[in-house]
């Protein structure tokens, strides 16, 4: 018997966390996934044999980046997605805010930029187009935060609390769109916060905390919304499997639950990321200035020393 039109069974057994990381690939997200990989590893092998470095931490993230997306969409994670509410939510939740961050800590747009060929003269190549796009107007609207946040929100209210969840689920195709959908989302919120690699937005770093937090407390109040209710809300998950053993409610208070803890933990994780920028921000200039006073015999301190020895002849 099929569920949602997805050819996916309804006699799913009882969750538990051992059948759920079983190996159930999606082949939309399998092949992206290995391609996202293997592009990465050209990048960063390019870049080697050029003799240039590409730090360890930023591949490391990458790779951790497309092993949470395959976890959610290639494991009976995703089976169990499909009848189960709270199951569900953890892949939203990881794929639209664990999943972007970490890919983006990754730097690929940097990497792309440095490992791609420069086109000949007069002529457009990848990396032209890829720098092209990066300036358009398109990404500067699409990067900024009157934009972002408000597609943040309404992902979580217009996508739920409307019939269009239930069209969606409909379908394998559907459902791979919701999907990239959650990962696109993220992935422009967290851009220019993260400020990793080049955007036309680039805000201070206390401006990209204030971007941050912006959205959190819609994610809060989605999920408190979901937790109080006293009846299912979408229909999709409203009759479960009775081999599952669940009630539709409890299950909904449980991804209500998943959503609003999923509000404060990327935050903490961007908020520790943007410290350690900004610290960094700060070396990287000391060093300037030292090098720059090193240079000019610091001319700018004898200055400023001149400047308060007129102010204390004057008050004499």
């Given at each position: 018997?099929?569920?949602?039109?997805?050819?996916?069974?309804?006699?799913?057994?009882?969750?538990?966390l051992?059948?759920?990381?079983?190996?159930?690939?999606?082949?939309?997200f399998?092949?992206?996934?290995?391609?996202?990989?293997?592009?990465?590893?050209?990048?960063?092998?390019?870049?080697?044999?050029?003799?240039?470095?590409?730090?360890?931490?930023?591949?490391?993230?990458f790779?951790?980046?497309v092993?949470t997306?395959?976890?959610?969409?290639?494991?009976?994670?995703?089976?169990?997605?499909m009848?189960m509410?709270?199951?569900?939510?953890?892949?939203?939740?990881?794929?639209s805010?664990?999943?972007?961050?970490?890919?983006?800590?990754?730097?690929?747009?940097?990497?792309?930029l440095?490992?791609?060929?420069?086109?000949?003269?007069?002529?457009?190549?990848?990396?032209?187009?890829?720098?092209?796009?990066?300036?358009?107007?398109?990404?500067?609207?699409?990067?900024?935060?009157?934009?972002?946040?408000?597609?943040?929100?309404?992902?979580?209210?217009?996508?739920?609390?409307?019939?269009?969840?239930?069209?969606?689920?409909?379908?394998?195709?559907?459902?791979?769109?919701?999907?990239?959908?959650?990962?696109?989302?993220?992935?422009?919120?967290?851009?220019?916060?993260?400020?990793?690699?080049?955007?036309?937005?680039?805000?201070?770093?206390?401006?990209?905390?204030?971007?941050?937090?912006?959205?959190?407390?819609?994610?809060?109040?989605?999920?408190?919304?979901?937790?109080?209710?006293?009846?299912?809300?979408?229909?999709?998950?409203?009759?479960?499997?009775?081999?599952?053993?669940?009630?539709?409610?409890?299950?909904?208070?449980?991804?209500?639950?998943?959503?609003?803890?999923?509000?404060?933990?990327?935050?903490?994780?961007?908020?520790?990321?943007?410290?350690?920028?900004?610290?960094?921000?700060?070396?990287?200039?000391?060093k300037?200035?030292?090098?720059?006073?090193?240079?000019?015999?610091?001319?700018?301190?004898a200055?400023?020393?001149?400047?308060?020895?007129?102010?204390?002849?004057?008050?004499?």
């Open positions: 018997m099929d569920h949602s039109g997805h050819g996916m069974t309804m006699d799913l057994p009882p969750f538990t051992g059948r759920a990381l079983e190996f159930s690939p999606d082949l939309f399998l092949i992206g996934c290995l391609l996202g990989l293997v592009l990465y590893g050209w990048g960063v092998l390019r870049l080697r044999r050029r003799g240039d470095s590409w730090p360890v931490g930023r591949v490391i993230a790779v951790l980046g092993l997306v395959a976890l959610v969409m290639c494991t009976k994670l995703n089976d169990y997605g009848v509410f709270s199951v569900h939510m953890v892949q939203h939740m990881i794929i805010m664990v999943s972007p961050i970490l890919l983006l800590l990754g730097a690929p747009v940097t990497l792309a440095r490992a791609l060929p420069v086109a000949g003269r007069g002529r457009k190549g990848p990396r032209e187009l890829l720098l092209a796009l990066l300036h358009s107007r398109y990404v500067r609207i699409l990067t900024h935060p009157a934009f972002t946040i408000p597609l943040f929100i309404a992902s979580l209210y217009g996508l739920y609390f409307t019939p269009l969840f239930d069209f969606l689920m409909g379908s394998r195709t559907g459902h791979i769109a919701m999907m990239v959908h959650f990962l696109g989302v993220g992935l422009v919120f967290f851009w220019p916060i993260m400020g990793v690699d080049p955007g036309p937005h680039r805000p201070g770093y206390v401006m990209r905390m204030l971007e941050l937090f912006a959205g959190m407390p819609f994610h809060a109040f989605f999920g408190i919304a979901l937790m109080m209710a006293s009846a299912p809300m979408v229909d999709a998950y409203r009759d479960p499997p009775a081999s599952l053993g669940i009630d539709a409610l409890t299950d909904q208070n449980a991804a209500g639950g998943i959503a609003w803890a999923f509000s404060e933990i990327p935050s903490v994780l961007v908020l520790i990321a943007l410290v350690f920028q900004w610290y960094r921000s700060d070396q990287r200039q000391a300037r200035s030292d090098r720059a006073a090193d240079r000019d015999g610091d001319k700018e301190l200055a400023y020393n001149a400047y308060l020895a007129s102010l204390q002849a004057r008050g004499q």
